[in-house]
């Protein structure tokens, strides 16, 4: 028995659908790792008490807390979107509707990208 075929999806061959399905693979990894690293950081190693405006602040001052959120973000918006855009193909069977879900799905997703982005990078504390 083929696995992939028994959860409904073969394993794409080529093209922009290999390396979607390579990408799920890796990026659900790093993400992982990522997470887990904030979990530990925020939840296990300071107390919720600690962690405040002046706290967010003190981390952003480090240009490598910023890029760790950061990649934190990107990974998980593009991760989400694919996973999304791969729901709604199995889904939305008319080529206009699946058309414009993944217009709004790509809209929607490219403008809290571009938000998490600026802010993430133009963040300048106010004390």
Known sequence: MNLSSAYGRPKPSGGFEAWSWLFMRISGIVLLVLALGHLVIMHLIHN????????????FRGFGW??????????????????????????????????????????????????????????????
Request: aromatic fraction near 10%; charged fraction near 15%; glycine fraction near 6%.
């Open 66 to 127: 910023r890029m760790y959120d950061l990649s934190m973000l990107v990974l998980a918006m593009i991760h989400g979107a694919n996973g999304m855009r791969v729901i709604i193909d199995d889904y939305v069977h008319a080529p206009l509707w699946r058309r414009v879900a993944n217009g709004l799905l790509v809209l929607i997703c490219g403008s809290l990208l571009a938000l998490g982005i600026f802010v993430a990078i133009f963040f300048q504390p106010v004390m």
């Open 48 to 59: 919720v008490d600690e962690i405040n405006y002046a706290f967010v602040v003190e981390r």
